[in-house]
């Protein structure tokens, strides 16, 4: 994987010259000359530099080198940052990492426009996501968010990522991204307070600035709209369809966080960024290849739909430039905006996904009794019969009375709830150390279960297709020292709720993202 960076570094210095490169280097020498940077456009390109003034501060490194140097370095880390991405998106579907195959995906991606687009203008779009799926599938640390604040401080549209945060009940890292945010705002205009002004009060709502919103690369849902009215939309209008549009993806994509599918859901949210932004360039679109493992591990046929997509660029098949884009007739628009018609279809495809899952489950098992964090379940008694009455979950589908219930205790039986993983080596380790010291065995080579009580067991089976749909719920009578013990051998908690009646819950993911819940009794 070395090779292959310092091979893409080696190739962008022989080059040299990239556009939007030079660009972000105007803006770092505007930062060093401390001119105004959005007064006027780069005199060699003549593009204009359209980042927030913090992205301008960033560039200034690049500034400072020779720009066949920065050519390199900006090559090497987009590179870097697309084998990474590769990395994070497979280690959290639960597939294998060698290095040998992480080059081979990473070259395959360089077939996609949007990727090779990013490198031949020099841009910085594989960064920016990189660090997005970085902060969002990598294990929660104390700086969680704070990737995401860096990559909205540069782009805007990974405020999206903020609002995901929210939605799933993550309002730390939501909290630390806002910040964060907020904190590259404060900078650019202690930095450059003109630029800075000019920047907020003008050229953010100024999108054709970034360039002509009609044309084919922009795949967002203005730029389609802008080419079917022959015109740019007002901006009720744009909000009007693009706002709920994307918000009903963010909300699709928080579904599936919730049903343990981060990568998908991360994947989603990305591509709401993509529908939301007033100017979706086609190289804005190096989503297309997370979405594209994605949909490996779910539908052949659909990664290799979405991925021809990409690599065949139909959305230059119709007439383009110099506004020709307007004279599109029905099939043009429907080839033409195939970027963005892609998008909503997965977006459609994983909505409707929802509804089905249920069969996909592994299963809806809740084992309802906890003793200690020793010895996991509790054999009958007050707790588990107050488990069933007080607890919501406790009252769903059993259809059955308290006699019914007490009568059952007399019947010879053994419940295992079973929850299915994608590396079985990985998910021993984590559930070892969430229930400690009880008893295991392993009936096959594909198998291990863990006897948390008398006929009470929970088992883990190898099927990477349905790990991350588990769902299994227990019942702790002392439910802090549970999460102590637990915490003490390095499992903490993804979240902790507490119902209308004081019974308190715990939610645990294992490394697929499968949800172990943890009740307790309301305190005392």
Same mark, same amino acid.
């Given at each position: ?11 962008? &210095? ?10 972000? @280097?105007?803006?770092? /020498? ?10 006027? !456009? ?13 992205? &301008? ?112 009940? @993550?309002?730390?890292? =939501? ?20 630029? =800075? ?10 999108? #054709? ?72 360039? #086609? ?21 290799? *739909? ?5 690599? &065949? ?25 195939? !970027? ?5 279809? %997965? ?9 089905? #899952? /249920?069969?996909?489950?592994?299963? $809806? ?8 964090? *020793? ?14 009455? !007080? ?7 059993? $259809? ?51 006897? +948390?009580?008398?006929? @009470? ?7 990477? &297709? ?5 769902? %299994?719920?227990?019942?702790? *009578? ?28 715990? +939610? ?9 819940? %943890?009740?307790?009794?309301? !305190?005392?």
């Amino acid at each position: 994987m070395l090779a292959l960076v310092l091979g893409a570094a080696v190739v962008g &210095a022989l080059d040299g010259w990239f556009a939007d490169l030079v660009v972000y @280097r105007y803006g770092g /020498r505007g930062v060093l000359d401390g001119v105004q940077i959005y007064a006027a !456009d780069d005199p060699t390109t003549g593009y204009p530099f359209t980042y927030p003034p913090f992205g &301008a501060i960033l560039m200034v490194p690049l500034a400072l080198l020779p720009l066949w140097v920065s050519a390199g370095l900006l090559t090497g880390a987009s590179v870097g940052a697309l084998a990474g991405a590769v990395v994070v998106v497979r280690r959290s579907l639960g597939r294998p990492t060698p290095g040998w195959l992480i080059v081979i995906v990473t070259l395959a991606a360089l077939a996609l426009e949007p990727v090779w687009q990013n490198l031949t203008f020099g841009q910085i779009n594989t960064l920016v996501m990189a660090a997005v799926l970085v902060d969002l599938l990598g294990p929660q640390r104390r700086w969680s968010g704070v990737l995401v604040g860096m990559a909205a401080a540069v782009k805007l549209t990974p405020l999206v990522f903020v609002v995901l945060l929210l939605l799933v009940g @993550r309002r730390t890292a =939501a909290g630390r991204a806002a910040v964060t945010f907020a904190g590259t705002v404060a900078i650019g205009f202690l930095v450059m307070p003109g630029s =800075a002004a000019t920047y907020w009060t003008e050229d953010l709502v100024d999108g #054709s600035r970034v360039g002509p919103p009609a044309l084919a690369h922009n795949q967002s849902a203005y730029g389609a709209m802008t080419r079917l009215l022959d015109e740019q939309p007002s901006t009720v209008l744009w909000l009007l369809v693009a706002g709920p549009t994307a918000l009903v993806i963010v909300l699709v994509a928080a579904a599936w966080w919730r049903r343990g599918d981060r990568v998908l859901a991360t994947c989603l949210a990305g591509l709401a960024t993509l529908v939301a932004s007033p100017v979706s360039w #086609s190289h804005h679109w190096v989503w297309a290849v997370p979405v594209a493992l994605v949909l490996w591990e779910r539908s052949r046929w659909a990664a290799g *739909a979405w991925t021809a997509v990409f690599v &065949a660029r139909p959305i230059l098949w119709p007439p383009w430039g110099r506004g020709r884009e307007y004279g599109w007739d029905p099939l043009d628009h429907l080839v033409g905006n195939s !970027d963005l018609l892609a998008a909503l279809a %997965v977006s459609c495809g994983a909505a409707a996904a929802l509804s089905w #899952s /249920r069969w996909v489950r592994v299963l $809806g098992h809740e084992v309802r009794s906890l003793d200690d964090p *020793a010895r996991l379940l509790h054999q009958g008694g007050e707790d588990g019969r107050r488990w069933s009455r !007080d607890h919501p979950a406790g009252r769903v589908g059993t $259809g059955h009375t308290e006699d019914d219930m007490e009568r059952g205790r007399d019947m010879e039986a053994d419940l295992f709830a079973g929850v299915a993983v994608s590396d079985l080596e990985r998910a021993v380790g984590w559930f070892d150390r969430l229930f400690g010291e009880v008893e295991t065995f392993e009936p096959n080579d594909t198998e291990k279960v863990w006897t +948390i009580a008398e006929h @009470r067991h929970v088992y883990v089976v190898l099927s990477p &297709a349905s790990a991350g749909h588990a769902k %299994v719920t227990l019942f702790a *009578a002392d439910f802090e020292g549970f999460l102590a013990a637990a915490a003490g051998r390095g499992i903490s908690p993804e979240s902790q709720e507490t119902y209308d009646n004081g019974v308190r819950k715990a +939610i645990y993911r294992d490394p697929d993202g499968n949800e172990i819940g %943890v009740g307790g009794p309301a !305190d005392a």
